[in-house]
């Protein structure tokens, strides 16, 4: 607070303690009092939930003969064989062909050694360095698994290719990295290692080696998509956006990658470009809940209350029955004035179980636009399932029923139901504060003081608790003490210029009467 404002509130409570017209003070402050109770009351979030976009693993490439890896010449024959295998599906028997092919004792040998893994990580930094290491000549590591040198990197491919789609992550690692020893810009095994690191959780090495292929000049879709899913599952959504827009325009039909980019736009916070995706998704897929979800997301996000309200709605009547969704729903209908509706979907969501804490929002909701009849409905609803509802429940029920009594100026009725809520939950600060306005207009001001405290223990209510106490202080003649309370509010909260403003109006009022 600046000592500008400090000096004028000073000035304000010596003007204040000097000026004896009560009643035009605390008319300025039920002014405050009623500006602060609408913030209190302010609108809350509104939660819509959309279905993860189910982001998929790119698949592995099934092994391609390329250019760059062609088998030895004495390997032809056994690579056509392996192939089809490996087209068959046929994992285990390839590998047995392999052991078969290259003699039962050094063959098994080398698939033995590669099934070992690289533990060490020698292989792996060797690769890394295009095949050589301090110390150690290039491709040696290579000569341990294959003392005669008759492995081309292609076959090692095929081999790694194999036990990747078997799920023997550890050998098909070795086996890839061995084939970059002799080949380290072999472009299908530095993707076929991305994928096996995605696929595996390694996403540091993913990266190295699918930027790798990209410096190589392999530009497909499936890199895209595979760089597309690495972005997004270490939190870069915006390069997540990007890969798969890269990826849908190579390959424009994947619904997959859509969907991915769907999902990474929301979590940019790209909402008009999600709500032009979506829409156009949605003409294929009228009657997918999930892109109405999204659509409902992305407008609200946007400002488009209605269009996320009609999308809601077709949600709902697509299948949709998400608790907050439904509140959400019920929230947007209240506030286009559509109260039967809002009524019907809130005791819907309380008959399939809704949480009881966006029943009593909606509950909230219907006081705040004076719906007492409906409010009385829904009253009526919860307390068919009184059973079911905890103490703390129940204590939130019996403060609304208190409201309605306070509705019809029934104060002794709303008094006793707040006894009761407050004796079923201590904490119920709203019931707190309740009580304390209704002894407070009695003139009971001590107790209402002990009930401000209790309430203004909940960060919740806090502004409201430090108005009321402002005002039971002017209640009171004590000039002094009300303005320190709304001196102290600012500071605590800064960000409330409104209060400041009406401390100036005040002060201009006192003046006038002054002069």
Not at 130 to 150: I, M, V, W, Y
Not at 279 to 301: I, S, Y
Request: aromatic share 8%.
């Amino acid at each position: 607070m600046s000592l500008d404002f400090r000096f004028q509130i000073s000035n304000l409570k010596f003007r204040c303690y000097c000026f004896r017209d009560v009643t035009m003070v605390i008319s300025c402050l039920l002014l405050l009092f009623f500006a602060c109770h609408s913030i209190c009351a302010a609108d809350l979030n509104l939660r819509i939930q959309a279905p993860d976009a189910a982001l998929m693993m790119p698949p592995v490439n099934p092994p391609l003969l390329r250019k760059e890896g062609l088998p030895l010449s004495w390997e032809n024959a056994s690579v056509e064989e392996f192939i089809g295998y490996i087209e068959k599906g046929a994992y285990k028997e390839a590998l047995t062909y392999f052991r078969e092919q290259e003699g039962s004792a050094e063959g098994g040998s080398f698939l033995d050694m590669i099934e070992e893994g690289d533990s060490d990580g020698r292989l792996k930094r060797k690769a890394a360095t295009g095949g050589t290491e301090q110390g150690e000549a290039a491709g040696s590591f290579l000569q341990d698994f294959n003392k005669r040198g008759r492995i081309s990197a292609y076959m090692l491919y095929l081999i790694g290719h194999t036990y990747f789609a078997l799920e023997k992550y550890p050998a098909a690692e070795t086996a890839f990295l061995a084939a970059l020893l002799p080949m380290p810009d072999y472009t299908r095994v530095h993707e076929s290692l991305g994928f096996l690191y995605l696929r595996t959780g390694r996403y540091e090495d993913a990266q190295k080696h699918l930027t790798r292929i990209a410096g190589l000049g392999l530009h497909t879709a499936e890199l895209h998509g595979a760089l597309a899913y690495l972005h997004y599952q270490t939190g870069n959504y915006w390069g997540a956006a990007d890969a798969f827009r890269k990826a849908l325009m190579l390959n424009p039909d994947n619904k997959r990658w859509e969907r991915g980019l769907l999902q990474a736009l929301s979590r940019t916070y790209q909402y008009q470009d999600t709500l032009v995706l979506v829409k156009r998704m949605l003409v294929d897929q009228p009657d997918d809940a999930g892109l109405w979800l999204f659509r409902a997301k992305a407008a609200l996000r946007a400002g488009e209350r209605e269009e996320a309200l009609s999308s809601l709605e077709t949600a709902i009547r697509l299948g949709d029955d998400n608790r907050s969704n439904l509140e959400a729903c019920a929230i947007l209908h209240m506030e286009r004035g559509s109260i039967e509706r809002a009524t019907e979907l809130m005791k819907g969501g309380l008959a399939g179980g809704m949480n009881f804490g966006s029943i009593d929002l909606g509950m909230s909701r219907l006081m705040q636009a004076g719906e007492w009849d409906s409010l009385k409905q829904m009253l009526g609803a919860v307390r068919d399932g009184w059973d079911d509802l905890d103490g703390s429940q129940r204590s939130r029920v019996l403060a609304r029923e208190a409201d309605i009594s306070l509705h019809l100026n029934d104060k002794t009725a709303a008094g006793n139901a707040l006894k009761k809520a407050i004796a079923m939950d201590p904490s119920n600060a709203y019931a707190l504060l309740s009580l304390a306005d209704i002894h407070r207009g009695k003139g009971n001001y001590n107790r209402a003081e002990l009930l401000y405290q209790r309430a203004g223990a909940n960060r919740l209510y806090r502004e409201r608790v430090l108005i009321s106490q402002a005002q039971l202080a002017l209640d009171r003649d004590d000039f002094e003490g009300a303005l320190r309370i709304l001196s102290d509010m600012l500071d605590e909260f800064p960000n409330r210029t409104d209060l400041k403003r009406s401390l100036e109006f005040l002060e201009d009022l006192v003046l006038l009467e002054e002069q």
